[in-house]
């Protein structure tokens, strides 16, 4: 696990390579280890330099195309796995972070064709594999990934993410110029970026707490959409490429019930167990729930030695936490166990940090017990954690998603037979009746069921049209239906939970939860894995009927069959609490008057685009018990406390 950074001026003129060392050393947390770089002539299959750190003296005549990289060694720690690296004839040069986990697999059939290799790490694997099949080589990686490719015969860059979005990459093109990187902090290092706030992306970042590809809240910085690659050649426009999608047109494979849990088990054991690979201490963040319960079981079935755990609570919060159910699991399977309570009222300093390593604002407060977990982590030794994102959005695990299911199946789907004037009826009652409750955030779907809209708008949805439209000032913001639709439309099956974990694969997952792990993880050089994202598993629960997902109306039906198998019922089937962060807790505990302070002080105001009256109004209702909007704040001192940093005190 690294950080990548590259320029390609695509006019063909010198790019000066202190910006390289410059961007490359500003996203060093990712890469303790090494650091490496290389200036290529794109005029030519051999000219490079890869030994130019001293320069000083401007651009070198003839290099227009410059990779760097940071190094996290975790596969084949010696100096053979050093990047940016190279084939033996020059031909191919790459700079790659991430994880390959069927590496060794490829490197067999790779050999069998003729290949051979100098070292053990996946990085010389891709290399040939691109070598061997071209760009088609992406669809036979199992793993996460965010690489750059350079060819010199044809003369072509490519840059490519991962099929789910585990590993971020973002570009921008300023004069003709191409620069990329892992972190956004790289690219603000160009001379000539003007940093602009992107007004049109804060409806999206308001409603579902971050931003979906190809947008950042940076006007001119985009980032690579999952499952994509950009391939760019000088004097030609590049060309965008989806090379895999979770959405499979294939006709559902019907299997009985005990069918279907052996080939989650199947699926979910080998991706557990293909996460293993390490060579580096690894562990497994451990909240005491079935998930991450569920890896720690399928990793002791496969080690030798004890497993790593971690968890965490919060001062104040004792009797809530999940402590007893993490003590349970790890003293079961005997793992090395560390817990940590956070106090809520002393963060301030932490969520500064928290702030600085996201890059553009995520508002989860999660990112902050993680940011903490992984500190902790690396300062016990352990460089890699397995975490459980994904599997309540795959398996339909929130009891909301059966709650949205029912109400598909029992109205939703039956509105459109309904005549308009009805519906606008009964929306004027429902929205009067529910504007003076604590349910008046709710009063959007009757204007939803009016206009036959999607019925899910994301799980992390926090501020609908109707409070945007208090909240922002502006009119020309993008629309964060026609997002939820687009997605929507794709999903041709009549399977709700189907069409509602597409959407979140496309939007929550990539966005929020994955860049919420990858960016807190890394900001203390430890690489998060995955694993009920492999995408072998993704695409076979896709597939799942959504009676089957939900069987006898409990959520998770599969992974708890699953479960049962290697853990104790009490802990199968407890109430689920989730990994969060108990800001409501805090925010009566005195800590509404940092958010306070982090909204109303901020330079933000002087964007004109927030309404600050209205922002008042949360407050006092929140303060007042009336109506929750304690997230929704939180959302909103993210935003400032990161437009602070990046725009006020540059």
């Known amino acids: 696990m690294c950080g990548i950074v590259g320029?390609?001026?695509?006019?063909g003129k010198a790019i000066v390579p202190e910006l390289l060392v410059?961007?490359?050393?500003?996203?060093?947390?990712?890469g303790p280890d090494d650091d490496g770089y290389v200036l290529i002539d794109d005029r030519s299959s051999q000219k490079a330099i890869c030994d130019f750190e001293q320069h000083t003296e401007g651009p070198i005549d003839g290099f227009n195309l410059g990779l760097g990289h940071k190094r996290l060694s975790i596969v084949d720690l010696s100096p053979l796995g050093h990047q940016p690296m190279k084939d033996e004839e020059d031909k191919v040069w790459l700079v790659f972070n991430g994880e390959i986990y069927n590496h060794i697999t490829l490197r067999k059939q790779l050999e069998q064709l003729g290949y051979s290799f100098k070292s053990h790490s996946d990085t010389e694997v891709i290399i040939a594999a691109y070598k061997q099949w071209g760009i088609d080589f992406v669809s036979k990686l199992k793993g996460i990934f965010a690489m750059a490719i350079w060819d010199c015969d044809s003369k072509e860059l490519y840059i490519i993410r991962d099929r789910v979005g585990v590993k971020p990459l973002y570009y921008t093109v300023q004069n003709e110029t191409l620069y990329f990187s892992s972190e956004i902090k790289a690219l603000l290092q160009i001379p000539s970026f003007s940093r602009r706030l992107n007004h049109k992306a804060l409806s999206h970042y308001l409603s579902f707490l971050a931003i979906p590809a190809p947008n950042t809240l940076f006007q001119d910085i985009f980032k690579v959409a999952p499952g994509n690659y950009i391939r760019y050649k000088k004097d030609t426009e590049p060309v965008h490429i989806k090379y895999w999608d979770a959405y499979l047109e294939t006709e559902h494979q019907l299997m009985s019930d005990a069918e279907y849990v052996d080939r989650t088990d199947e699926l979910l054991s080998a991706s557990v167990n293909m996460r293993m690979m390490s060579d580096v201490p690894s562990g497994v963040f451990l909240s005491g729930g079935v998930d991450s319960s569920l890896i720690v079981a399928m990793m002791s079935q496969k080690s030798d030695t004890p497993i790593n755990t971690l968890t965490i609570g919060y001062k104040g919060l004792e009797k809530e936490s999940e402590f007893q159910y993490a003590r349970q699991v790890s003293k079961k399977f005997g793992t090395n166990h560390t817990e940590l309570i956070i106090d809520g009222n002393n963060v301030e300093d932490l969520i500064r940090d928290m702030v600085y390593h996201q890059d553009e604002p995520i508002a989860d407060p999660v990112c902050i017990p993680i940011l903490l977990l992984s500190r902790k982590a690396k300062e016990l030794g352990i460089s890699v954690i397995?975490?459980?994102?994904?599997?309540?959005?795959?398996?339909?695990g929130y009891r909301n998603f059966r709650t949205y299911y029912k109400i598909n199946q029992r109205l939703w789907s039956k509105l459109n037979h309904y005549p308009k004037p009805l519906k606008k009826g009964v929306a004027f009652l429902g929205k009067g009746i529910l504007s003076a409750t604590k349910y008046r955030k709710y009063i959007d779907y009757f204007d939803f069921m009016v206009a036959e809209k999607e019925l899910f708008w994301s799980n992390a949805h926090k501020f609908y049209p109707s409070e945007l439209d208090k909240v922002l000032l502006r009119n020309d913001f993008l629309n964060p239906y026609e997002f939820i639709e687009e997605k929507a439309q794709v999903v041709k099956r009549d399977n709700f939970l189907e069409k509602v974990a597409y959407q979140e694969l496309n939007l929550r997952l990539p966005e929020l939860l994955l860049m919420r792990v990858d960016k807190m993880t890394m900001a203390a050089a430890v690489e998060g894995r995955v694993p009920f994202l492999d995408h072998s598993l993704i695409e076979f629960a896709m597939q799942i009927p959504d009676e089957v997902k939900l069987r006898n109306d409990e959520p998770k039906y599969l992974i708890k069959k699953v479960a049962e198998r290697?853990?104790?019922n009490d802990i199968v089937y407890r109430k689920k609490v989730g990994f969060g962060f108990p800001i409501k807790h805090f925010f009566k505990n005195g800590f509404s008057g940092f958010l306070k302070d982090s909204i109303f002080n901020s330079g933000l105001r002087n964007e004109g685009?927030?309404?600050?009256?209205?922002?008042?109004?949360?407050?006092k209702l929140s303060e007042s018990g009336k109506v929750n909007y304690h997230s929704h704040l939180w959302s909103l001192a993210n935003l400032s406390m990161w437009y602070d940093l990046w725009f006020t005190d540059q």
Request: aromatic share 16%.
């Open 7 to 11: 320029i390609y001026d695509l006019k």
């Open 22 to 30: 410059k961007m490359n050393n500003k996203i060093g947390h990712r």
């Open 386 to 396: 397995q975490v459980g994102e994904g599997a309540d959005e795959l398996f339909a």
């Open 566 to 568: 290697y853990l104790p």
């Open 609 to 619: 685009v927030i309404n600050y009256d209205y922002v008042e109004k949360m407050f």
